[in-house]
């Protein structure tokens, strides 16, 4: 177990994928290809958030102020944020570029879905199945630095302070039972739009890659920022368990990992 560093970190959050599974009537929209098969939640930590945040504004303005790019249909929206499943493919370019120099971590919970086992662990309650990946996320990773400060990107009625607070909980407790050692850093808490916050962004482009992987087998994205994301944890990939985490030196690779179902 590593010691606690008196040090400040900041830690950005974010989902990719749905946690939905059942439509109206008890359709399983998966099985029919209309919702994702899986719903990951990560963040990315960073000790200085403002220097990323402004290289990451100068980027957009320069982006915005493009001739080549004037008049592309989702230049709108980039203006706004940078978001990975949106903007065009010349601007996903200069965005993954830039974050491959930056000096970031990322960490990574996928739960492949699956009707019967979010039934019987999660009441296929979506509030319910955040909250517990969260726990999972942070599990071995908050004892690690005197003042953390945690910035949700806000989803809907799920991701809501209280509930966020009660996922932190857990992880500090499972961390307690594990070592029998006490969590006393100070830990804040905060729900953002990702619009307002630059450094969602970054985590939403890194849970894009990791998205794609497992969402359509396109590996070239996630490869390209690996030596960033320093873990992947497939937790429901019961076929491969314990072997279900990788890192940039065991990375993610479809000759490892089970083929995905849906």
């Not at 320069?62 to 949106?86: C, M, Q, R, W």
């Amino acid at each position: 177990m590593r010691e606690t560093k008196a040090v400040k970190m900041y830690f950005f959050v974010d989902e990719s994928g749905d946690p939905t599974i059942l439509g109206r009537r008890g359709k399983n929209l998966m099985n029919e290809g209309l919702v994702s098969k899986t719903f990951m939640v990560g963040y990315v930590e960073i000790s200085d958030p403002k220097e990323l945040t402004r290289r990451l504004d100068a980027l957009r303005d320069e982006i915005v102020k493009d001739e080549y790019l004037s008049g592309v249909p989702s230049l709108a929206s980039t203006s706004n944020a940078f978001h990975a499943n949106k903007d065009c493919a010349e601007v996903k370019e200069r965005v993954f570029r830039l974050l491959k120099r930056e000096d970031f971590r990322a960490f990574i919970v996928v739960a492949r879905k699956n009707e019967a086992l979010f039934r019987k662990k999660f009441d296929l309650k979506p509030d319910k199945l955040y909250q517990y990946l969260v726990s999972k996320l942070f599990e071995n990773r908050l004892h690690l630095y005197k003042h953390i400060d945690i910035y949700f990107a806000s989803m809907g009625n799920i991701v809501r302070e209280r509930t966020m607070w009660n996922a932190i909980n857990e992880a500090i407790a499972s961390f307690e039972k594990k070592w029998k050692k006490q969590n006393s850093n100070e830990i804040r808490v905060f729900v953002q739009q990702s619009s307002q916050l630059p450094m969602l962004q970054v985590v939403d482009y890194v849970l894009w890659t990791v998205n794609r992987a497992y969402e359509r087998n396109d590996f070239r994205y996630y490869r390209f920022l690996s030596e960033k994301i320093s873990l992947i944890q497939d937790v429901f990939d019961v076929e491969k368990y314990p072997h279900t985490y990788y890192t940039p030196q065991d990375p993610l690779d479809p000759k490892k990992m089970s083929p995905v179902g849906g």
